[in-house]
């Protein structure tokens, strides 16, 4: 098994030879040491009765150092050996004998967790930007995975509890005066300390003039994301790649900057430096909250690419054609959604010749409407920013379910016009009318995602196929295609764990310093294989037992099917329809032209 | 109030009864007011469709719409709940404008939505709104009594003390939501119905045409004295 993998891994990688940087650089200047001893006392002043650390993650190591053998052998990893060296109460001076907890004591720092976070980064190797950031590899596999999915709010978490720490991945964001702004579990107020070493860490780096990246201690990875005012903060256990959890600490940034745009919060920042960003966030948390359990569930973040509803070529055509013929001035994009996945999207013409939709902005917007119970309750307006399409403007949208009460189906207009809200929402009852003339509903009812077994290939468990061939000048939005997850992936737990071998896949094709064109990896229960080419991107899962050859030829068995059913699985040409003169004026082009930084613009309409 | 002949019936309903009694129906907008958390959404979803769901926070406006039928008129309110609106404070007269009605609500059990309340207020008298203008106090989660905070008394009392109407509702159990409604309902016609010329007339969506609805600034027009 183990010798395969490597064999397979040595093969692929003729295909691209960049091995100069190979060597690891480790980090061990004397700047990130006084820093990390300086951390270290800073957090036992902040914390007294610093805890010890919890147990429970090392025989979770354990296992995945078993599980992990045989992709570590195929990297000069130092992995087993960290392992051992940095034990938990290894080196750093985490618990002062000479303080006692005082119950009296109610400052906001004894109730903080900041110990946690300042015991990470004092026991942490420093990797700053410049230098080699390599030196590590990242297993992962069968990683536990104890946080329920639940949508339950994380709020009024206890930031003193061990729970609290054992949470899978941290976020939070801050603003460069280490404001406290958003933190995935617990409140922002009770974590204010939390941030503080945080933010502390992040200025002790940038005076050195070096840009804080990530730190690594055992079992966490703490990625930083600085994006103009805000620093994003990324706690992670998970072990996904540094630059996975970038990603996601970016798709946090860009859904911040949807709902306030990019021009506002640096016109807010220049103004007061300590200004308190929650204020106009506000009931916001949620949207973010069901981002990150989106992006920790979801692959579609992963691939970067948009998941669209199976349906006939003629019902998906059919659709296009009622969206194409329900507009009004200044309508940019028409987008019809079902069971969370695009049914199809309607773009205006000069915009599409323009630019092409980013995926994440799509996701963004399918979040949002996720994230919002409050729209099945009437229709929406609200402005919305799509940052990869220009962070500094509004769009506004209108959203609205087209069948209630089941509120599966939903119609998403976006204008540039934001008085346009009467003229859009007739639009909408011009689509509803054509619905149900064509019965359209009762057939979006019928369309469903796909099982495995249609593919009609025996060992084949699972697959994520992301095709890269669709001619530029369609300009065609980034698509992926994947059946449902069945046995043994039912459960949410196994799930996740597939979704960790992807990730894990993932990095391994796309790392920067020796990336992958193709890897054949057994693991314990089943066996994967990933494949890059100039035509598409593909992850496979097979049962355990399959054969190389085997693997091959139910790959080539699949993209023969793929090719079949393209039609069915993916939106093949965007639709257009012309609605304005130029938006490319009102939308795109010139800076955002509010006078008012917290100025949305929407409310004018009222 | 003694109105035994009013009915409310949701919109879906209103048809057959537009066709029995051929009376103009008149647009009535309504705008939700207080701070985040006091019931605003609730109470817009009581008045919509007559239903109670736990919400998430609103995101950006959310419309309902709901047919009120007086005896002499139909009123066709469109309610506007938004989102966090306090922290949009720059632009909040833009909110305001053109609202018939504007409902300022708060938690009976957090005295601090109270104050917040008494805020909302000055910034509404502040603006030039309408004299005509109805605006209601409410305090919401009436069905919270043992963890009341602010006695009826005292939303009484400041409601007398500034001119406005009074009522403590629950949106959860649906306590006082209709008898609210029909109220509103009367004296937004009695301050600005036919007699006034206050309100636009509704003709459905039927008869709006596409092309002339960009024209169609609904509430501007009516109320811009
Ligand atoms: N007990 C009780 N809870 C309510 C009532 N109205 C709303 N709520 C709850 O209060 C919370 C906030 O309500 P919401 O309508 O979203 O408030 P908004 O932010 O003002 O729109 C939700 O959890 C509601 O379920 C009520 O009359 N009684
Ligand atoms: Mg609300």
Redesign the pocket.
Known sequence: MLSLHRDWDDIMEKEDHQQGEEQEVKICDSSSETLATSLSLLGNHMFPDSVQRNDSSDSQLSDLAAAVEPCLKSEPSDHVTRRENEGPENGVPTQPADTEPEDADVENEQSDSGDFVAEMLAKAKLEEQGIGLKGRSSPLLEAGNDESPALMSHRDEDVTAESWRQHRKHVFVLSEAGKPIYSRYGSEEALSSTMGVMMALVSFVQSGDNVIRSVYSDGHTVVFLQKGPLVLVCVSSSRQSEQQLRGELLYVYYQIISMLTQASISRIFEHKKNYDLRRLLA?SEKILDGLLNLVDSDPSFLLAAVHCLPLTCSLRDSLSQILQKAITPNLVFSILIAKNQLLTIVQEKTVIEDTRLEPADVHLLLNLIGASSAFQAGEIWTPICLPLFNPDCYFYAYISYLDPPDCTVCLLLLSTDKEAFYAVAECKRKIEEAMVTQKSLSLIAKAQSYSVSQVGVSDLRHFMYKPFDVPDHYRQLSQFTSPEMEAPYSSEEEKMRLLDLYRYMHSRIHSTSRPLKLIYHVAERETLLAWVTSKFELYTCFSPLVTKACAITAITKLLRWIKKEEDRLFIRYPAKYSTTPNPSKSSRGAKSDQQDSTDNGFLSLL | MGEPFLRVTAETQDHDASRRRPVQTLRVKMVLL??????????ALRFGKDQFR??S??VGCAYLTRMVHLSDVSLRFEIW?TAGQETYHSVTPLYYRGAHTALL?YDISRRETFVRAQLWLKELEKQYIPGSTVIWLIG?????SEDRQVTEQEGRILADERNLFFTE?????GDQVTELLLMIAHRVNEHMGAQQGGLSEWRGTSCVDLHQNNNIKPFNTCCKM
């Open positions: 009931g | 207080g701070s985040s958390g006091v019931g605003k959404s609730s109470l736990s919400t926070p609103t709940d609500v919401n989660k009436g069905d919270l509702t629950s949106a959860l159990s």
